[in-house]
C-alpha cells in the first residue's frame, strides 16, 4: 500500500519540478514510509511513497518501468491474481525483474492499453505514463478501495493519493467548492466526483482516465449488475447456495492471506468480521491476530461478542477502550481526511488502526457484508429508521403550499420537474433518502443563510441518489438500493473511512467481502434470501452457524458507531458551541446563527442531533485548518501546507 502522485504540464517544453514532487512525497509519507521515489523526464514526473508488503527488496521500488522505460507505473494497492497475470505475460515474451505485483501493470499496459483494469482482481489506484503515445492512464478499482485525485488546470494535470499532495503545488488556491459542501451535508461524506476543494476531483470507483493533450473524460469501466438470479429449489437447494456462499469467501480471504510482511483481522464482533476471523483460523498455521475496539458506554460495547470469537479460534487477541478524548484527535482526523468527514466512525476505527499497526502491517476486515447481504436496519425501515407518515406526508412537507422547498427551489419549472422526479419514486425509495440523510433538502431551507440559498438555488443532493437509482442495475427495490450503496455509501463513505485511518497509520487493510467476483456472485443471490420480515443477511447468517456462536449472528446490529450524543452533552459541549457558533464561523455566510443555536440547545434537552451536530463540526474545522490555516496541523505532520 503506498502514496502515487505526478504531474504533466501541457507544454512540452516545461520541465517538471522535482522540488514540487519532493513536497508531494513528504506530505504523503504516512502512506509509504519505508521508501519514496520519482522520476522526471521533461513536462512529466511520477512520484511514489512506498508501504512494503510485497517482494521487500529495493527491485520493487517505484515508479516502475517496462524494459526499454517507455512506459512508467506508480500503483498503489495490490493485484491478488497478479502471480497468473505474470505466468501468461512471461509467455508472451515480456521479462521480470522483481516479484511484485506492481510489474504486471507496464506489461498488460503494453498488451492490452486502457482495458488493462479488466484482467485485475484487487485493490488499485494507479498512474501510467506511456512516452510513446505521449499519454497519462489513470485507474481505480471496481469497489473504490483506493483512492484516486486530480486536478485538470488548464496548463498542467496534477494527481494524488490524497488532496494535500495537489495542494503542495504553489499555484493551486486552495478554496471551497460550493456545491460539493451542500453534497457533503447531505450524505456526510463528498460524494465522487465532486471534491471540498474547488478544482479538484475524484476519479469514481470503477473509472479509468486516460489523458492526452491535457484532456481526457472519466470512463466507465465495470459495473455490478443484479439481473440474472440463481435458482434455489427447496432445502439441499438453499444448503448447497449456503456452502458456496462459505466456499467463496473463503477463497477470497485465503488470496488475501498473501504478504511478506505479518497479517491480522479487525474483530468487531459482529457477523461478518467475525466470519472472515474463523476462515482466516482454517487458513493458517500460526494464531490469527486479532483487534479490536471498545467503549466505556455499554450500549456501544461488543468486546464481549469480539472475546467469543477471539476464544473459539484462539486468536492472539488485543482491544482498545476508547475514552471521551476525541477533542485529542480532531487535528489528526481533519488533516488525514483532506475533505469534511462526517462518519463519527472515523474515531474507532482509527484508534484500531493504531493498535493493529503496533503488531502487524496488514489486516483483513469485514467491510462489504452488508452491501453484499442486506444487514443495515435501513434496508427495513425497521427501528431508528422506521419513517412515519408515509411518502404522501413527506411530499407534502417537501413540495405543499407551505413545504420547506417552496423557499429553497429555483424557478417554478425546475420545482416542478424536481416535484414529478419525487413523486415517479416508489415509497421505499422516497422514504430510503430520508434514511441516509443527515441535512436533506427538508433542513437546509431552514439551516441555510439567503446568500447559501442563492449560491446553491436549483442544486438537490437528491438528484445524486435519483441518478443512481435510475441506472442501478436491479429490478427490484433491494437490488436497486444495494446497488445504490455500492455506487455511492461504499466508495464515498465507508472505503475512505477505513482507508484513510489505516494509511494514516501505515497499515494495509483488505476487504474479502469486496473481492468483485464475490460481489458479482452476491448480488445473483435472490433478494428475498437476503432480507426477508425486517431481518437483514438471512442467508449469511444462516450459513455462517457452523463456524461461529448463535449470540454472535442473530445479536442485535450495533454497527461500529461512538457515544458522540454523550459527548457533545457533556465533555465537547463547551467546544461545540465556541467553533460552531464563532464569529469566523458565522461569517462565511453558510449557515444562520440561530438555528444552530437551536440544534445545540434541543440536543441538550435530550433530543438526538449528534449526527448534524458532528456534520458541521467537521466542515468548520476543515475550513479552520485547510482554508484559513488557523488550525495546526497535528504534531508531526511530514509536510505543513503551503
Known amino acids: 500500500m503506498c502514496g502515487i502522485f505526478g504531474i504533466v504540464h501541457a507544454d512540452p517544453a516545461r520541465e517538471a519540478d522535482p522540488a514540487l514532487l519532493g513536497r508531494m512525497a513528504a506530505v504523503l509519507h504516512h502512506r509509504g514510509p519505508d521508501h519514496a521515489g520519482s522520476w522526471v523526464s521533461g513536462n512529466v514526473g511520477l512520484g511514489h511513497t512506498r508501504l512494503s508488503i510485497i517482494d521487500l527488496t529495493p527491485g520493487g521500488a517505484q515508479p516502475m518501468s517496462n524494459e526499454d522505460g517507455s512506459v512508467r507505473v506508480t500503483f498503489n494497492g495490490e493485484i491478488y491474481n497478479y502471480r497468473e497475470l505474470r505466468k501468461w505475460l512471461a509467455g508472451r515474451g515480456h521479462a521480470f525483474r522483481s516479484n511484485t505485483d506492481t510489474e504486471v501493470l507496464v506489461h498488460l499496459w503494453e498488451e492490452h492499453g486502457p482495458r488493462c483494469v479488466d484482467s485485475l482482481r484487487g485493490m488499485f489506484a494507479f498512474a501510467i505514463w506511456d512516452d510513446r503515445q505521449k499519454s497519462l492512464f489513470l485507474a481505480r478499482d471496481r469497489a473504490g478501495k483506493k483512492p484516486l485525485f486530480y486536478a485538470a488546470l488548464p496548463d498542467r494535470f496534477l494527481f494524488a493519493s490524497e488532496i494535500k499532495a495537489i495542494l503542495q503545488d504553489p499555484d493551486f488556491r486552495a478554496e471551497p467548492d460550493i456545491d460539493s459542501i451542500h453534497h457533503y451535508l447531505a450524505f456526510q461524506s463528498v460524494p465522487a466526483p465532486y471534491c471540498a476543494f474547488r478544482g479538484i476531483r475524484k476519479l469514481p470507483p470503477a473509472h479509468r482516465l ?12 465495470w459495473k455490478l449488475s443484479y439481473a440474472e438470479k440463481i435458482r434455489v429449489e427447496g432445502e439441499k437447494g438453499l444448503a448447497a447456495l449456503q456452502e458456496e456462499i462459505v466456499e467463496r469467501l473463503r477463497e477470497s480471504v485465503k488470496i488475501r492471506l498473501v504478504s511478506d510482511v505479518p497479517l491480522g483481522a479487525f474483530l468487531s464482533g459482529g457477523l461478518d468480521s467475525s466470519l472472515v476471523t474463523a476462515l482466516m483460523a482454517g487458513l493458517t498455521h500460526a494464531p490469527v491476530k486479532t483487534f479490536s475496539i471498545g467503549f466505556q458506554e455499554p450500549e456501544y460495547d461488543e468486546l464481549p461478542y469480539a472475546r467469543m470469537v477471539a476464544k473459539r479460534y484462539g486468536t492472539d487477541h488485543h482491544e482498545f477502550v476508547v475514552t471521551p478524548d476525541a477533542r485529542s484527535i480532531f487535528p489528526e482526523l481533519v488533516w488525514h481526511y483532506n475533505e469534511p468527514f462526517a462518519d463519527s466512525s472515523a474515531i474507532p476505527t482509527w484508534y484500531l488502526c493504531k493498535l493493529a499497526r503496533q503488531h502487524v502491517t496488514v489486516v483483513l476486515n469485514g467491510d462489504g457484508g452488508d452491501e453484499n447481504f442486506a444487514g443495515y436496519p435501513r434496508y427495513g425501515n425497521e427501528g431508528d429508521y422506521a419513517l412515519r407518515g408515509g411518502p404522501r406526508a413527506f411530499l407534502e412537507a417537501w413540495f405543499g403550499p407551505r413545504g420547506k422547498l417552496a423557499l429553497f427551489s429555483g424557478p417554478a419549472n425546475r420545482l416542478g ?21 443527515h441535512f436533506s433538502e427538508y433542513y437546509k431551507p431552514d439551516l441555510y443563510t439567503p446568500g447559501m440559498k442563492a449560491a446553491t438555488r436549483g442544486i438537490f443532493s437528491v438528484d445524486l441518489m435519483l441518478d443512481r437509482y435510475r441506472a442501478a442495475a436491479g429490478d427490484d427495490f433491494l437490488d436497486a438500493t444495494l446497488g445504490l450503496d455500492f455506487d455511492q455509501y461504499l466508495p464515498d463513505t465507508l472505503m475512505p473511512k477505513v482507508d484513510i485511518a489505516s494509511m494514516a497509520h501505515s497499515l494495509e487493510a483488505r476487504s474479502p467481502f469486496l473481492d468483485h467476483e464475490f460481489m458479482a456472485f452476491a448480488a445473483r443471490i435472490p433478494s428475498g434470501l437476503k432480507l426477508a420480515d425486517g431481518v437483514g443477511k438471512r442467508i449469511l447468517k444462516a450459513a455462517s452457524e457452523p463456524f461461529l456462536p448463535n449470540e454472535v449472528i442473530y445479536r442485535k446490529k450495533m454497527g461500529f458507531g461512538v457515544p458522540v450524543d454523550h459527548w457533545f452533552r457533556n465533555e465537547l459541549k463547551d467546544m461545540t458551541r465556541d467553533v460552531l457558533l464563532s464569529p469566523r464561523a458565522i461569517g462565511r455566510g453558510y449557515f444562520r446563527k440561530a438555528y444552530i443555536e437551536s440544534m445545540l440547545d434541543r440536543h441538550q434537552r435530550g433530543e438526538n442531533w449528534q449526527y448534524l451536530i458532528w456534520n458541521l463540526l467537521m466542515l468548520e474545522m476543515w475550513h479552520l485548518m485547510f482554508i484559513d490555516g488557523t488550525l495546526s496541523p497535528p504534531a508531526g505532520a511530514s509536510h505543513p501546507l503551503t
Not at 422526479?421 to 416508489?426: F, V
Open 210 to 221: 486516460l489523458i492526452r493533450d491535457n484532456a481526457g473524460t472519466p470512463e466507465r469501466y
Open 417 to 437: 420537474e424536481s416535484v414529478r422526479r419525487l413523486s415517479a419514486l416508489t415509497q421505499q425509495r422516497l422514504l430510503y433518502y430520508r434514511r441516509i440523510t
